[in-house]
């Protein structure tokens, strides 16, 4: 019997049941209501919001992101971009919560270097440990290192993502073999973050097994974001179906998809 299509295959976050398998950024968009239509077009049902670039009401005279991304509608993933210390972190974290009524899932990212925007590990360790002591449910931003992923799946973050690439590259999956062994190891979700460039890259992530791709700039920065939003959709449905179907093994020889063995001549 074959399985079903990947509309009834939910993505489990934190207890909670997504038909979705993309996650989408709401930054670098030209205005809000880009944001509302590539988001739709991506069929998003998690969406990531940067608490130090986007007004969630702490600007109470701003154009408000929940005006166009209801909470009723959409989770909200509070992140801590463009934090560089777990303290920095942890502070955003807490924020959100009051700001969200108690809102406790949260992206975890702490950076270590401004150029290349690479976690720093030591960092995301430490306020991963603070950030679940204290009650959050924290998705974590980090490297594709196998032993950092298992250590921060045992600290008890819900999800472990780890780049793809350096985040906004647009390079796609460079080192398969690490997220691979992430992958087979983990019993949270793994869902890839950074590097995604386009369609063919996302459902390379979906084909290794990955349960989920978080993206932002590869749609935002597209030059018809909402174009983009709708083929990294199919990609990633593609390519959880694709993972669940099995590939077949590679070989160096042809395999004839109409054999001539056994007929009569």
């Known amino acids: ?138 998705m974590v931003y980090t490297s594709d290192d196998p032993i950092v992923a298992r250590r921060l799946e045992e600290m008890g973050c819900v999800a472990v993502m780890p780049l793809a690439a350096p985040i906004g590259s647009g390079l796609g999956v460079q080192n398969r073999w690490n997220l691979l062994e992430i992958i087979e190891n983990a019993k949270v979700p793994i869902l890839v973050d950074a590097g995604v460039g386009t369609a063919s890259d996302a459902a390379i992530a979906m084909e290794l097994g990955c349960d989920g791709v978080l993206m932002n700039t590869a749609i935002a920065g597209a030059r018809d974001p909402i174009l983009m939003a709708h083929a990294m959709r199919k990609a990633i449905e593609a390519g959880r179906d694709a993972f669940r179907a099995g590939r077949i093994p590679r070989k160096r020889n042809a395999n004839a998809s109409s054999p001539i063995d056994g007929l009569f001549f």
């Open 1 to 138: 019997m074959s399985a079903a299509p990947s509309y009834d295959d939910p993505l489990i976050i934190a207890g909670k049941s997504y038909r979705s398998r993309l996650l989408t950024g709401t930054g670098k968009f030209t205005d809000f209501e880009q944001t509302r239509l590539a988001t739709e077009a991506a069929g998003a049902e998690i969406v990531t919001v940067a608490l130090r670039r986007m007004n969630l009401g702490q600007n109470p005279n701003e154009p408000n992101l929940l005006d166009v991304l209801p909470p009723d509608r959409y989770t909200l993933l509070p992140n801590t971009a463009g934090c560089y210390t777990a303290d920095d972190a942890v502070r955003t974290c807490q924020l959100a919560r009051e700001l969200l009524d108690g809102h406790a899932l949260v992206k975890l990212e702490v950076l270590g270097d401004p150029k290349t925007l690479f976690p720093d590990v030591v960092q995301t360790l430490a306020a991963a440990e603070i950030l679940v002591r204290d009650g959050f449910q924290v």
